[in-house]
């Protein structure tokens, strides 16, 4: 059994994809919008025996010289095929990581239901949480919203603001500007730069993602980037502006992107992870009749030494790009 290294995902990655997957960001269009988009390297792991691919794990290598990550994957990565030799995969990619004096590996698997999957691993769990649209007519999909919901939707519809996709690079802009604004609200750091928001649409739109604006008198007030995979929806990110907020453009936003997706004949709508410490986003996500899953975020320090010293300055190197 090998451990196959690829730089560049080949035609055969898509075909084993293809067979084991129905998540976008195992494809190699997805290595493209990373690569492009961060400007980072990708690794594709193969776990081979005589030429027969039985499982593989996509990842970027983030961080910098000090501190170097494989992370599999921006939002979901994790174990693609047979994940009855994970632990056969798992001792040679810690070999390979020793070797590419990689210090920490993190792995964002949706299919890893235990802790112990991953035994010399450490987790965090999070929630996700996913709307069923299957077999749910669009009367069905509104009755199960809270009642508070129902008004604000229907306040929003009441307060001339405007739901359209957006048409161009210089929209992809505006949209921007209202993340980095919901980001500076919430007071965290801005992880995407706006280069991977260019290649999503540049690579993705209209086939495999929507990019949406809701405006109010022609002012972009909310935005936000829906993913397509073969069976699933998935809100990417959004951003809107405070002084708007009490117009309720991000559930009309939210409304109609679940629209759209039931219209393209997804089975769910993926409101993406959360921390279990911000309350108010898990309500908001629940409030749309979302069943709440637990996501293991796992991660294992190769470096412990390096991984301690970097735990020890990230506090500071946050503060000090904060107040860029």
Request: a positive charge; glycine letters at 4%.
């Amino acid at each position: 059994m090998n451990l196959i290294v690829l730089e560049e995902p080949s035609e055969k990655w898509d075909e084993f994809v293809f067979s084991h997957s129905d998540l976008i960001f195992h494809t190699s269009l997805w290595w493209k919008v990373l690569k492009e988009g961060y400007g980072c390297a990708m690794r594709y792991l193969v776990f081979e025996e005589e030429g027969y691919w039985l499982s593989a794990l996509p990842g970027m290598m983030v961080g910098n010289r000090f501190f170097k990550v494989f992370y599999s994957l921006i939002p979901y990565g994790g174990f693609i095929g047979d994940r009855e030799h994970i632990p056969e995969f798992l001792s040679l990619l810690n070999n390979w990581a020793k070797k590419e004096k990689i210090h920490r590996i993190q792995i964002v698997d949706l299919d890893i239901k235990k802790k112990q999957d991953l035994p010399d691993f450490n987790c965090v769990e999070s929630y996700r949480h996913v709307l069923k649209l299957k077999d749910k007519s669009p009367d069905l999909i509104w009755k199960d919203y809270k009642d508070s919901l129902k008004r604000n939707i229907k306040t929003a519809f009441n307060s001339d603001l405007c739901f359209e996709k957006i048409k161009s690079r210089e929209e992809v802009d505006q949209f921007y500007r209202l993340y980095l604004a919901s980001m500076k609200r919430i007071q965290t750091l801005a992880k995407y730069p706006i280069q991977l928001f260019y290649k999503i649409y540049d690579l993705l739109v209209p086939e495999f993602s929507d990019m949406f604006f809701v405006k109010y008198h022609s002012q972009p007030v909310a935005a936000m980037v829906v993913i397509y995979s073969e069976k699933t929806a998935h809100y990417f990110h959004g951003g809107s502006a405070m002084e708007y907020l009490h117009l309720r453009p991000n559930d009309l936003l939210f409304h109609n992107a679940i629209k759209i997706a039931k219209d393209k004949g997804r089975s769910y709508f993926d409101f993406m992870g959360s921390s279990k410490k911000m309350l108010g986003l898990i309500q908001f996500k629940e409030k749309w009749g979302a069943e709440r899953k637990i996501v293991f975020n796992y991660h294992q320090d190769i470096n412990k030494s390096r991984s301690a010293i970097y735990q020890l300055l990230l506090p500071i190197v946050n503060f000090l790009r904060g107040k860029k």
